[in-house]
């Protein structure tokens, strides 16, 4: 089974781009949170975790980084 996560850093900020990707890319079940990247605690990658089984694969709609100063 395909499991999504989605993320945005802010309550403003919008998940419908990464759900509708995910989706498109055969997620059946899909987890977000709308935190600051500062936050320890993501309630729903924890589920996300909590929920995928061996076998399935556990989507991101992209990965960032952030240059070292």
């Given at each position: 089974m395909k499991v999504g996560y989605a993320r945005v850093s802010t309550v403003d900020?919008?998940?419908?781009?990464?759900?509708?990707?995910?989706?498109?890319?055969?997620?059946?079940?899909?987890f977000q949170d709308k935190f600051s990247g500062v936050t320890d605690k993501r309630k729903g990658l924890e589920e996300a975790l909590q929920y995928v089984r061996s076998g399935d694969t556990l989507m991101v709609w992209r990965l960032t980084t952030i240059p070292n100063p």
């Amino acid at each position: 089974m395909k499991v999504g996560y989605a993320r945005v850093s802010t309550v403003d900020q919008n998940l419908d781009l990464q759900i509708d990707a995910l989706k498109g890319n055969g997620c059946e079940q899909i987890f977000q949170d709308k935190f600051s990247g500062v936050t320890d605690k993501r309630k729903g990658l924890e589920e996300a975790l909590q929920y995928v089984r061996s076998g399935d694969t556990l989507m991101v709609w992209r990965l960032t980084t952030i240059p070292n100063p």
